[in-house]
């Protein structure tokens, strides 16, 4: 069993930063790979990035690539989302997932607001 918690969210201006974090409960939380979803308003839960237990492997989707940057600290069980040059179409809540499978994912975090203003 794994909980999650993500924090880190908030309001900032367009081109502004922000990062989140998920911290995660369990001692072998290097063996889950951990993704971030997001869902906006009216709209779908969508992915946006994940990364392999051990760090090694990592994607993101398109529409943040270059502005989004995925890492994991095994030691402090965190996975991180750096953000950057956010842009309003960002606004979201983010939530973190874990599974054994890169690219399964069975225990999901509460989420967290981030609103981007223009």
């Known amino acids: 069993q794994v909980q999650l918690v993500e924090s880190g969210g908030g309001l900032v201006q367009a081109g502004g930063s922000l990062r989140l974090s998920c911290a995660a409960s369990?001692?072998?939380?290097?063996?889950?790979?951990v993704a971030w979803f997001r869902q906006a308003p009216g709209k779908e839960r969508e992915f946006v990035a994940s990364i392999s237990g051990s760090g090694t492997w990592t994607d993101n989707t398109e529409s943040v690539k270059g502005r989004f940057t995925i890492s994991r600290d095994n030691a402090k069980n965190t996975v991180y989302l750096q953000m950057d040059n956010l842009k309003p179409e960002d606004t979201a809540v983010y939530y973190c997932?874990?599974?054994?499978?890169?690219?399964?994912?069975?225990?999901w975090g509460q989420g967290t607001q981030v609103t981007v203003s223009s």
């Open positions: 369990g001692r072998t939380f290097s063996l889950y790979a």
């Open positions: 997932a874990a599974g054994k499978i890169y690219g399964s994912y069975h225990y």
